[in-house]
Structures are given as structure tokens and as C-alpha cells.
């Protein structure tokens, strides 16, 4: 298998699709296109949540605002999965969860391409063709494609870590992102919580806030209701039962939150 993500929209993944067909008879799967444009943090987050779930693969993945320049093309193997895409930070959270789950390794390689036929759209001209060698090669065999890296040469991405007052009744963060139904996933840790019913969420540098329900399902509020949960990431999540959480919270990407739970 081959799976595909980008923030290409229509119709470029298909020339991807195209060039990997033509080269190999993997089957190949599209997670998503529609990424935030040129946005690599918030589509490493969705590629870290996503991937994890696919039996092994080779997963080529793009959100390259970097096209054209310097930045190096990569290969990340871990385990029986290979990330193929930009060296921008855009693959290696997904690579570190799959390596957390199965006891695997993350190891990372360039992948060197000397006249790709076009600057603008590499997503077919490198990051496919890559794809399509190393399903064909074996994900065993990436060592003879390409350089392997040394730890701490690839670009990295982290996420930030939230501060938790040591009673861990206050936890300071932010938003990593809001999806599509507008609901606000913050980086504060699910078990937060735990044995709480009500919780005081307000902005970090300026006064105000409100106490909300803590529920374990949208629908345990009536519809228009704002509510916290735990997301299937784990994480705290702000939302309102269909509705957006985003504009109920008043709360966009990278904004600060606190959230103090009730004694």
C-alpha cells in the first residue's frame, strides 16, 4: 500500500497517483488533500493522528511551502512503514507515534534528486517516484536509495508541552488545531479531567472565562451548548454540540488557554 496526503486539493494528486501506478502496482490510498494550505504543523498533527492506524505502508505525504529551494527530500523508516516527504518537520511526529505504538525505530535518509522536471511540484516530480522505489525496493532496503541521516540533522517539529500547576488542578496551553466541525483540540492532557464535572476555561494573559460541563460525548449537552471532553487524541477538547467550539470559545490555532478544574 501507498498512501497519499497533501494540501494539493484537485486535480495535482492525480498526476501522483499516475506517476506511482505507472512504476509499481501498489494499491494507493488517499488519507486527505485538503491540509491547511501550506500550514505543516497543523497537518503533521493530522498525519501523526492519521497514520498510526494504517497496517504498514509507504506513506507519501506533502505540505512543502519550501518547494524549489534547499530543503532536502526524506525518507523515514520505522519499523515496516516508510514516510516519504519535504524534510520541513511535516513527517516526523507521525514517525515517532508509529515507532511509540509498535517498538520501532525512527531512522531518516535523503533522498537526493539531481533535476526533478519541474521546481514547482514536487509532489509528483520527486516525492512520488520516491514512493513508488521504495514500495518496489522493500522498506528493508531504503539504506541503498539514500543517505541515511544523523539524528538531530532533519528538520524536527514538536508540539508544546503544557504547564501543569503541581496540585494539577491548573493547566496552561494552547491550541494545536481546529477541525472541520470547529472544534478546538488543545494540548492539555485528557486526564485533566478525570472525576471532574465543571471546568473554568479562560484565556491565559487577560481576565474573564466561564465554567462548562465536562461531558464524554457531544450530545450529553443539548445542540448550541458549549462543552470540554477528552477528543479522540487524548487531548482536552473545547466544543459545542453542533456547533463550533472555535467561535463559542472565541479561540483560533496557537491561541494560549487555561483550564482550572473544580475542587
Do not use: K
Request: proline residues 7%.
Amino acid at each position: 500500500m501507498i498512501t497519499l496526503a497533501s494540501d494539493f486539493g484537485t486535480p495535482y494528486p492525480a498526476a501522483m497517483r499516475g506517476v506511482i501506478l505507472d512504476r509499481c502496482d501498489a494499491r494507493v490510498v488517499d488519507v486527505t488533500h485538503d491540509f491547511p494550505r501550506q500550514d505543516v504543523r497543523a497537518s503533521a498533527f493530522w498525519l501523526r493522528e492519521t497514520l498510526p492506524w494504517f497496517p504498514p505502508a509507504v506513506h507519501c505525504a506533502v505540505v512543502d511551502p519550501g518547494v524549489g529551494t534547499d530543503r532536502a527530500a526524506l525518507v523515514v523508516r520505522v519499523g515496516d512503514h516508510a514516510l516519504v516527504g519535504p524534510d520541513n518537520g511535516l513527517l516526523l511526529p507521525a514517525a515517532r507515534e508509529i515507532a511509540r505504538r509498535t517498538d520501532a525505530t525512527v531512522e531518516t535518509f535523503d533522498w537526493h534528486v539531481a533535476d526533478p522536471a519541474s521546481s514547482t511540484f514536487h509532489g509528483r516530480d520527486v516525492f512520488a517516484p520516491a514512493a513508488a522505489t521504495v514500495h518496489e525496493a522493500g522498506v528493508d532496503a531504503i539504506e541503498t536509495l539514500g543517505r541515511a541521516t544523523p539524528t538531530g540533522e532533519s528538520v524536527d517539529l514538536r508540539f508544546p508541552d503544557p504547564a501543569v500547576d503541581d496540585d494539577g488542578t491548573t493547566a496552561t496551553g494552547e491550541v494545536l488545531v481546529v477541525d472541520g466541525f470547529g472544534n478546538v483540540v488543545t494540548n492539555l492532557p485528557g486526564d485533566l479531567l478525570d472525576g471532574h464535572e465543571r471546568v473554568h476555561v479562560g484565556p491565559v494573559d487577560a481576565s474573564g472565562g466561564a465554567v462548562y460541563p465536562v461531558t464524554p460525548a457531544y450530545a450529553h449537552v443539548g445542540a448550541g451548548d458549549p462543552l470540554v471532553t477528552v477528543g479522540s487524541h487524548e487531548y482536552v477538547e473545547l466544543a459545542v454540540n453542533r456547533g463550533r467550539g472555535d467561535e463559542a470559545f472565541g479561540l483560533a490555532v496557537g491561541d494560549r488557554v487555561r483550564v482550572t478544574v473544580e475542587r
